[in-house]
């Protein structure tokens, strides 16, 4: 089970750059959640998609867009790069049932430096 | 206010030491009560979590959920140099443990050896 793989794993943009950040959930998950983790900060949630949709949103300008594909794989989008989206995005996935608890598996992230 | 709160630390402990983590919320709708271990440059690790109030034990790791005082703590027993990480207590309101999930700040835990 290859688990949560993102990709790029690095990346670097220059201000009022666009940037696509990609995320194959775990085989039999249907659910993907995206963070963004400053440096020295936890997690934060950005949004969750399930079903195609955009279901749960944080926090976040609408900036930043998401996508997800019949093949539950997602895209992250940010367009207008400011220094400030340096950080590390992290992709989660988990499933939704009827039994309602899973657990989210984390990706190893994309790295984000925008200069 | 940030609705979880974690001492950032750094914590230095011998190798073998017990280990007490921290966090407090201010969200009385949290129902879900994790902690994750992240190692550098990786990302996080689910080691626990608990529903509602009590607590759970996994080997040398114990959670403690106490909503009545919205205080949750995990609790490393024989501490290892590979326990060295940082320590995310995070939470969530939603349907499951994967919805919307809060996480604190984060502990960087060292283990002396």
């Known amino acids: 089970d290859a688990g949560v793989t993102q990709s790029p794993t690095h990346l670097i943009k220059t201000r009022g750059q666009q940037v696509t950040l990609r995320c194959s959930p775990k085989?039999?998950?249907?659910?993907v959640s995206w963070y963004q983790q400053a440096l020295g900060q936890g997690p934060q949630f950005i949004f969750q998609?399930?079903?195609?949709?955009?279901?749960q949103r944080g926090n976040f300008p609408d900036r930043f867009s998401g996508h997800q594909f019949p093949n539950y794989s997602s895209e992250l989008n940010v367009n207008a790069l400011l220094l400030g989206d340096s950080a590390l995005y992290l992709c989660?996935?988990?499933?939704?049932?009827?039994?309602?608890?899973?657990?989210?598996?984390f990706g190893q992230g994309t790295r984000l430096t925008v200069v | 206010q940030k609705e979880v709160e974690q001492d950032p630390g750094p914590l230095s402990v011998p190798e073998g030491a017990i280990v007490s983590l921290n966090c407090t919320y201010s969200?009385?709708?949290?129902?879900?009560f994790m902690w994750y271990r992240q190692y550098s440059r990786k990302g996080p690790e689910l080691l626990m979590y608990?529903?509602?109030?009590g607590n759970k034990e996994d080997g040398r790791f114990t959670a403690q959920v106490d909503k009545s005082s919205k205080y949750i703590s995990l609790f490393i027993r024989d501490s290892q140099p590979s326990d060295s990480a940082t320590y995310l207590c995070?939470?969530?309101?939603?349907?499951?443990?994967?919805?919307?999930?809060?996480f604190g700040s984060g502990t960087r835990l060292s283990i002396r050896p």
């Open positions: 998609y399930y079903e195609e949709e955009e279901r």
């Open positions: 995070a939470m969530s309101a939603g349907w499951s443990s994967a919805s919307k999930i809060i």
């Open positions: 989660a996935s988990s499933s939704k049932d009827r039994v309602g608890n899973t657990e989210a598996f």
């Open positions: 608990t529903y509602s109030s």
């Open positions: 085989s039999g998950h249907d659910t």
């Open positions: 969200n009385s709708a949290f129902q879900y």
